[in-house]
């Protein structure tokens, strides 16, 4: 057994977890998958080595302040990682966006990560677009006619104009008066469709 001897080793470690954890397998299987075999394997390496988790780690609060911009940065990296794998009906930043999104909400686990659990964008399938498209709410309206699409296969901009939508729901569904509860991030509107 190989014990962990350096911080670098330690951040490796947690990545590669986080990632195997995260990695939502309905994305190569069925018969549209969204991404080829070998895909989690690639992210894997991609977390493990060139993503920032000693930055996320260390500065998750100077993140935050900026947090779309660096997503957007990451999501540019990841795309270009895995654009081999993925189908050619789907936009690779926008699928980028959900292997992103989803890795993130399992950082939140780390307690030096959490200061980003506000800014996080919620990863988005089908279920979370049937369940939104359900919904009334005014927030959501200018983005209804993106709800019938695939969310893998809209542009990158639809999708950071729906994560724009989720974070004023969140707002919305604060405001109400009858409200017991408050939502403190988009990704906790999982409540929805769990």
């Not at 330690?10 to 018969?31: D, L, Q, V």
């Not at 988790?53 to 895995?82: G, K, M, N, Y």
Request: charged share 20%; glycine share 2%; aromatic share 10%.
């Amino acid at each position: 057994m190989h014990i962990i001897s350096t911080q670098a080793e330690h951040f490796e470690k947690i990545a590669r977890e986080t990632a195997r954890m995260s990695y939502p397998g309905s994305m190569s299987r069925g018969t549209k998958p969204v991404v080829a075999k070998g895909t989690k394997k690639a992210l894997e390496e991609y977390f493990a080595v060139d993503f920032p988790l000693p930055q996320v780690w260390c500065q998750s609060s100077d993140i935050a302040i900026q947090f779309d911009q660096w997503h957007t940065t990451r999501v540019d990296e990841i795309a270009r990682t895995i654009q081999l794998w993925i189908s050619t009906h789907n936009e690779p930043r926008s699928v980028a966006a959900k292997f992103l999104n989803t890795f993130m909400h399992q950082l939140m686990k780390y307690e030096p990560c959490r200061p980003l659990l506000p800014v996080l964008h919620l990863p988005l399938d089908a279920r979370v677009f049937a369940t939104l498209s359900k919904l009334h709410a005014q927030s959501l309206a200018p983005i209804q006619n993106l709800l019938s699409c695939s969310p893998y296969s809209l542009p990158y901009e639809d999708h950071i104009q729906v994560q724009r939508a989720l974070l004023a729901f969140v707002n919305e569904l604060n405001a109400r008066p009858e409200t017991e509860f408050i939502i403190r991030a988009r990704i906790e509107l999982n409540w929805l469709w769990v």
